[in-house]
């Protein structure tokens, strides 16, 4: 059971899997064991208001592609990107929190799904394992990132020619947003613009399907 404790110090520290975490945002990484913060991830209000179905149809995703889903969690996207893209695609299903893992293996063997391939990421990369990934979706998760900018320079280095980003995320231009109480939790669309820009990645599409959130693809034009 990973506990998380305070030292001599005002920073929080956190057992993640094997690893001593410091950071301000530790409390939404993983400090909370996986099958503890799947409750929430699942809970039935939380998936209706995603609208998974809608969303993976509108990222278009063809057969063969390659996904990363960077921050999984329990799963919800991975397995209909899965199907989306077929028996000659691949999803990998990247965590930071070893405890997700597993349940995102028995929920595609429920489904029987066999083309999501778990990856265990670090903090600051996702260390994915192939270099040819064609989308990458952050659902819910860049706000999470403490070190977002750097966290998307170490992200393209595994991305195909062509290839791109997907963000759906808070808009904390908006009133009121979820995490509005916690400013080192904020992120808004231009931000996330420019560190796409940075890294060769324009936009190609806003879709208009939340009214808090933002819904971004960037593609890489480099
Ligand atoms: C709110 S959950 C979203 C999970 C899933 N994408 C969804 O929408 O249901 C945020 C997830 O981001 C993960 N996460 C946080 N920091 C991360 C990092 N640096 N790399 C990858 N995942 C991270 C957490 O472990 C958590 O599962």
Redesign the pocket.
């Known amino acids: 059971m990973r506990r998380s404790m305070r030292v001599q110090s005002l920073t929080p520290l956190v057992m993640v899997g094997c690893c001593l975490i410091t950071s301000p945002l530790s409390a ?3 400090g909370r064991p996986a099958n503890e ?1 799947a409750i929430t ?1 699942e809970s039935g209000q939380r998936l209706e208001r ?1 609208q998974i179905e809608e969303v993976v149809a509108a990222l278009g995703l063809r057969p063969g592609e390659v996904v990363a ?6 799963g ?2 991975s397995i209909p990107m899965a199907l989306t893209v077929g028996p000659t695609g691949l999803v990998l299903a ?4 070893a405890g ?1 893992l597993p349940i995102i293996e028995e929920r595609a063997g429920a489904e029987g799904v066999t083309n999501v391939e778990t990856v265990l ?1 670090a ?1 600051e990369d ?1 260390r994915l394992p192939r270099r040819d990934v064609d989308v990458a979706l952050f ?3 860049l706000h ?2 403490q070190e977002r900018e750097s ?1 998307i320079h170490a992200l393209v280095e595994y991305m195909a020619p062509g290839s791109r980003i997907i963000v759906v995320d808070y808009d904390s231009n908006v009133p009121g947003v979820s995490h509005s109480d916690e400013p080192e939790m904020l992120i808004t669309p231009q931000q996330v613009e420019a560190w796409m820009a940075d890294v060769g990645f324009e936009v190609s599409k806003v879709h208009q399907m939340f009214e808090d959130k933002f819904f971004v693809e960037y593609t890489r034009v480099d």
């Open positions: 939404q990484l993983g913060w991830l995603l889903d960077i921050g999984a969690g329990t919800v996207f990247q965590e930071v929190d997700f990421g903090f996702p659902h819910d998760v999470h990132i966290y």
